[in-house]
């Protein structure tokens, strides 16, 4: 069996306005052929669980291209076309394939799609013709289209977050895909789309009502008449007409009650519609969490929500740094700030002068601030990822340096947005994370693992950005209405 497979990861956010370029995927990875395997095989990423999978059930796997970029806002037109156009071309070139395995976000938009999912896998489909499967992974914050359901035979998303299933969704892929291939039909899917953003904070898979979701669909997984189940809870920076939260099954077409399956997942739906308010949760101010700083157990972790480099926050944010000039705790924050990493190179290890961090572009909350440093460390290397999340994953944000600010704030300041919440980010620079009162984290979740033995306890602030929790906030414009919570009335059976 040949079976054909690649990956093309971003998730957007629309409200960014930098827009994501080939550079931006080129600092996370583009890995073409045989670089795949090398790279990819043992991680815990889907292709990685692609690999394993096919590693005990052997089958001729053709490796394409496996690209993945940070989050941003729109992916260039030309980045597309490029990086999908070389996946469509390497299976051009390798047909007939027996299926298709794909990696894909769901939440891609670029200057001029809002579905860059559902035209690659429309393309897809073209070369391989109706009867080859299709299958993909997901992400739980994909945003599912119908053109999406059409085209794939099935998508299975993570049922983790925060995520760490990344190799576990890969495996549940290459199986259906492998069932497929020898003899299972095409599976009938049952889509349901709800009139509904959440935020991420309350949406874990743990705990609440997602939680509570995420375990049903686990027990449905013992049905040998469904294929799979998946809740995408679409991340709520997409402001784009097909927005909302889905479900989607899929079940076998000859299981004998079609009809129970449909009304299983409108209950659900209805379900998770009715409970909607428990996704909206209030959080402190940066002003109100600083002036409770001493009597929080240390270290506390500040997540910064607004600024969230894995969302499509920029992590140029100056509102924690200016708000922790006025205390005396020893903190650490990592800032995306290119203007002060030159100007602490210039200034030499060791030296000190006058830095100013942040206003690299000026969207308000990130305004410049000059501070007076001691650069005590400089670094052009990249940073390891040691937690569960993308563990053993190389991070590029370019140089970096350890500005120390007034003697007790250490800034670790980088050139480009990545995956910046690693205790193994700060250590790089000599930030030891467990001697610090307060860390201010510029990622939701995905810092937790790797913080589970450090962070004595979690603060999620309000504060504002392009990743803002605050969904009243956004100026959303093109999403459709009525939705909750844009709409306080919002019809939904
Ligand atoms: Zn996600």
């Given at each position: 069996m040949k079976i054909f497979y690649a990956s093309l990861i971003q998730e957007t956010n629309t409200f960014c306005p930098q827009k994501t370029d080939l550079a931006l995927f080129e600092r996370g990875y583009v890995l073409r052929g045989e670089e795949i395997p090398r790279h990819l095989a043992g991680t815990n990423t889907e292709i990685g669980g692609f690999l394993s999978y096919f590693s005990e059930h052997p089958a001729d796997l053709v490796p394409a291209v496996a690209c993945w970029g940070v989050a941003c806002g729109k992916v260039e037109d030309a980045a597309f076309a490029q990086l999908s156009g070389e996946i469509l071309d390497a299976l051009e070139a390798q047909l007939p394939v027996d299926g298709v395995l794909l990696?894909?976000?769901?939440?891609?938009?670029?200057?001029?799609?809002?579905?860059?999912?559902?035209?690659?896998?429309?393309?897809?489909?073209?070369?391989?013709?109706?009867?080859?499967?299709?299958?993909?992974?997901?992400?739980?914050?994909?945003?599912?289209?119908?053109?999406?359901?059409?085209?794939?035979?099935?998508?299975?998303?993570?049922?983790?977050?925060?995520?760490?299933?990344f190799a576990q969704t890969g495996r549940r892929a290459a199986l259906i895909l492998d069932r497929l291939l020898h003899g299972m039909k095409r599976p009938v899917p049952i889509f349901r789309k709800l009139p509904l953003i959440v935020p991420v904070e309350a949406a874990e898979t743990g705990q609440g009502v997602s939680g509570e979701v995420i375990a049903a669909l686990g027990h449905m997984d013992r049905d040998p008449d469904l294929v799979s189940a998946s809740l995408f809870c679409a991340q709520p920076w997409l402001d784009i007409e097909e927005m909302g939260v889905s479900l989607l099954f899929y079940l076998q077409p000859e299981a004998p009650d079609q009809k129970k399956w449909k009304e299983t997942a409108d209950a659900l739906a209805l379900s998770i519609f009715q409970q909607r308010e428990a996704f909206f949760q209030t959080y402190p101010s940066?002003?109100?969490?600083?002036?409770?700083?001493?009597a929080f157990r240390r270290p506390?972790?500040?997540?910064?929500?607004?600024?969230?480099?894995?969302?499509?926050?920029?992590?140029?944010?100056?509102?924690?740094?200016?708000?922790?000039?006025?205390?005396?705790?020893?903190?650490?924050?990592?800032?995306?700030?290119?203007?002060a990493v030159a100007q602490a190179f210039s200034v030499g290890l060791w030296g000190e002068g006058e830095i100013t961090v942040g206003g690299d572009q000026d969207y308000g909350y990130n305004r410049d601030v000059t501070v007076h440093a001691k650069v005590l460390a400089l670094s052009q290397d990249r940073s390891q990822v040691t937690g569960e999340a993308f563990s053993g994953v190389a991070v590029n944000?370019?140089?970096?340096?350890?500005?120390?600010?007034?003697?007790?704030?250490?800034?670790?300041?980088?050139?480009?947005?990545?995956?910046?919440?690693?205790?193994?980010?700060?250590?790089?620079?000599?930030?030891?994370?467990?001697?610090?009162?307060?860390?201010?984290?510029?990622?939701?979740?995905?810092?937790?693992?790797?913080?589970?033995?450090?962070?004595?306890?979690?603060?999620?602030?309000?504060?504002p950005g392009f990743t803002d929790l605050n969904i009243q906030r956004l100026p959303y414009a093109r999403v459709p209405r009525p939705i909750y919570p844009l709409d306080e009335i919002v019809p939904f059976e």
């Amino acid at each position: 069996m040949k079976i054909f497979y690649a990956s093309l990861i971003q998730e957007t956010n629309t409200f960014c306005p930098q827009k994501t370029d080939l550079a931006l995927f080129e600092r996370g990875y583009v890995l073409r052929g045989e670089e795949i395997p090398r790279h990819l095989a043992g991680t815990n990423t889907e292709i990685g669980g692609f690999l394993s999978y096919f590693s005990e059930h052997p089958a001729d796997l053709v490796p394409a291209v496996a690209c993945w970029g940070v989050a941003c806002g729109k992916v260039e037109d030309a980045a597309f076309a490029q990086l999908s156009g070389e996946i469509l071309d390497a299976l051009e070139a390798q047909l007939p394939v027996d299926g298709v395995l794909l990696a894909l976000h769901g939440a891609m938009v670029s200057e001029s799609c809002d579905d860059c999912e559902g035209v690659l896998l429309e393309r897809v489909r073209d070369l391989v013709g109706a009867d080859v499967p299709v299958v993909t992974t997901l992400d739980y914050h994909a945003n599912l289209t119908e053109k999406m359901v059409v085209q794939a035979d099935a998508m299975v998303g993570f049922r983790t977050y925060p995520h760490v299933d990344f190799a576990q969704t890969g495996r549940r892929a290459a199986l259906i895909l492998d069932r497929l291939l020898h003899g299972m039909k095409r599976p009938v899917p049952i889509f349901r789309k709800l009139p509904l953003i959440v935020p991420v904070e309350a949406a874990e898979t743990g705990q609440g009502v997602s939680g509570e979701v995420i375990a049903a669909l686990g027990h449905m997984d013992r049905d040998p008449d469904l294929v799979s189940a998946s809740l995408f809870c679409a991340q709520p920076w997409l402001d784009i007409e097909e927005m909302g939260v889905s479900l989607l099954f899929y079940l076998q077409p000859e299981a004998p009650d079609q009809k129970k399956w449909k009304e299983t997942a409108d209950a659900l739906a209805l379900s998770i519609f009715q409970q909607r308010e428990a996704f909206f949760q209030t959080y402190p101010s940066l002003a109100e969490a600083v002036g409770r700083l001493p009597a929080f157990r240390r270290p506390v972790i500040f997540v910064d929500s607004g600024d969230i480099t894995t969302a499509g926050g920029l992590g140029d944010s100056t509102e924690t740094l200016r708000a922790l000039l006025g205390c005396s705790q020893q903190a650490a924050l990592s800032i995306v700030s290119p203007k002060a990493v030159a100007q602490a190179f210039s200034v030499g290890l060791w030296g000190e002068g006058e830095i100013t961090v942040g206003g690299d572009q000026d969207y308000g909350y990130n305004r410049d601030v000059t501070v007076h440093a001691k650069v005590l460390a400089l670094s052009q290397d990249r940073s390891q990822v040691t937690g569960e999340a993308f563990s053993g994953v190389a991070v590029n944000t370019g140089r970096r340096a350890h500005l120390l600010v007034d003697g007790h704030i250490h800034v670790v300041a980088a050139e480009y947005a990545s995956l910046m919440y690693d205790p193994q980010f700060l250590r790089d620079l000599g930030v030891e994370p467990a001697e610090m009162d307060v860390i201010v984290q510029k990622s939701h979740k995905l810092f937790r693992s790797a913080y589970a033995s450090i962070a004595k306890e979690i603060v999620i602030l309000d504060t504002p950005g392009f990743t803002d929790l605050n969904i009243q906030r956004l100026p959303y414009a093109r999403v459709p209405r009525p939705i909750y919570p844009l709409d306080e009335i919002v019809p939904f059976e």
